[in-house]
């Protein structure tokens, strides 16, 4: 049996076969298909046609100002990173087909840095990444988070600007499935400058002095006040269990505790949705009202790259339920994606062991008088016998072998030969080459499948 041909090598072909497509498409599937839109049984009962809304946050995908990385080093993290977001976005419209999609903010990690040139090419990677199957049917809404315009009295009105005439308004209300969605740019709200938090407060005012004619549920990409330790719940991955309020260059965990009464109060959100930390987290505030104080949920969606600090990237899905013969209602679900570090853990692993067992089929026939696998030819059985024992000499010339004849080994000789460390190189070389020849195709017919579907 030729080497190549050997079973081990094509045991572990076919193994390194099914695990890439497992590792890179099998899992996506899986993940997006275990997690399925939320419902309530009684609208389901009667009739009640929901709308699914798709709510990722914080895709944030590498950049330069990321890491701090230029060149080669930056491309490779670049094209990692953003295959791993373009399968999960591919497989979540493919498998879920939400009825509509909201951004919670930070499109590109460095966004509001980048001069317009540079900005407008990332933008284009972005779009590329995130291209929606379905523009005609399925409306996408984008929020501006602070990697994109920066926050507060730091919001940089150039980026505000360019993010208004490239990717459209910071302020919206939608009107979807029995509900407005108060898409509300919390960013500018709380700048101290006029001509920057005008549109945020007027449309504020303009909800507080209105009647609310249906449930309104309200988006911010950065997540309310909360007191100090409040709990965020069994779903958060961060340790410590509780959404930090911190600030620094740019950033701000939370907003202002008089904001978040002022919205609360204001708005009169049913449920708000936020984004910013990475992490998930699920809490509930006290709503003041006519009739009393009343409880709203706030979710805080986690990141949707598996670069953002948080092990496993995640999303949500809101499933709203309009009103008719029961009053409107909606329900969320949190969702995981593949832990891509574990992926490329398993793949490390398995190479290793793969290392390992070519390389013991290797040693064994390197000593072996009738090896299995990785046979020696006649000359280099001659050679390691000459090598090994100084007294007998081969002639390569006609083969012993070759005639069929059993070869002159000497009386004293042991039952198994001296390891010829270079063939024995060669062949575990060549063994891991066959399959190489193979993985790689594969690995990156599977990485193809998502620029083609």
């Given amino acids: 049996m030729r080497y190549n041909r050997l079973l081990v090598v094509r045991l572990l072909r076919l193994y390194w076969i099914l695990l890439l497509l497992v590792g890179e498409i099998g899992l996506y599937y899986g993940h997006v298909s275990r997690c399925k ?60 087909q939400p ?32 291209r929606n199957r379905s523009p005609h049917t399925v409306p996408v809404y984008d929020m501006a988070g602070n990697h994109d315009i920066g926050i507060g009295n730091t919001v940089v009105k150039t980026a505000l600007d360019r993010y208004h005439k490239y990717v459209g308004p910071t302020n919206q209300v939608v009107n979807l499935g029995g509900h407005n969605l108060i898409l509300l740019d919390s960013l500018t709200l709380e700048s101290d400058t006029p001509a920057v938090s005008a549109a945020s407060r007027q449309l504020v005012e303009r909800l507080a002095n209105e009647t609310a004619e249906k449930p309104r549920l309200l988006f911010s990409h950065v997540p309310l006040w909360r007191p100090d330790g409040t709990n965020c719940g069994p779903l958060r991955q961060s340790p ?41 987290c699920t809490i509930t505030h006290p709503v003041p009202s006519k009739n009393g104080i009343r409880r709203a949920v706030e979710y805080t969606i986690g990141a949707f790259g598996w670069a953002s600090g948080v092990p496993i990237a ?25 832990y891509q570090l574990g992926i490329y853990k398993v793949y490390a692993v398995s190479f290793v ?9 290797c040693y064994r026939g390197s000593r072996s008088w009738h090896p299995m696998a990785c046979k020696p030819s006649d000359d280099d059985l001659a050679s390691e016998v000459s090598e090994g024992y100084g007294r007998l000499r081969l002639s ?14 000497p009386a004293s000789m042991p039952g198994k030969w001296q ?24 690995y990156v017919a599977c990485l193809v499948y998502f620029y083609i579907v």
């Fill in 314 to 338: 995640s999303y949500g899905l809101l499933t709203l339920y309009p009103e008719m013969g029961l009053p409107a209602a909606h329900v969320v679900q949190n969702c995981y994606l593949p």
């Fill in 240 to 280: 410590g269990g509780s959404l930090l309020n911190r600030r620094g260059y740019q950033f701000r965990d939370q907003l202002f505790q008089n904001t978040t009464s002022y919205l609360l109060r204001s708005i009169q959100p049913t449920a708000i949705f936020s984004g910013d930390d990475h992490d998930t």
């Fill in 37 to 96: 839109w939320p419902s309530l049984q009684a609208y389901d009962e009667a009739g009640v046609a929901p709308v699914h809304v798709a709510l990722i946050a914080d895709p944030q995908i590498v950049d330069h100002y990321s890491y701090d990385q230029t060149g080669a080093l930056l491309r490779v993290v670049e094209f990692f990173t953003d295959i791993y977001i373009r399968k999960s976005y591919n497989v979540l419209q493919t498998i879920r």
């Fill in 419 to 442: 390891l010829n460390r270079t063939g024995f190189m060669l062949r575990v070389l060549l063994a891991m080459k066959s399959i190489v020849v193979v993985a790689l195709p594969t």
């Fill in 353 to 361: 062991l793969s290392l390992l067992i070519v390389a013991a089929y």
């Fill in 396 to 409: 390569p010339s006609p083969s012993p072998r070759a005639e069929g004849l059993p070869l002159p080994l």
């Fill in 99 to 130: 009825e509509a999609i909201v951004f919670l903010g930070d499109m590109l990690d460095g966004g509001r840095e980048w001069g317009d040139d540079q900005w407008l090419e990332e933008y284009e990677r972005y779009k590329s990444i995130f």
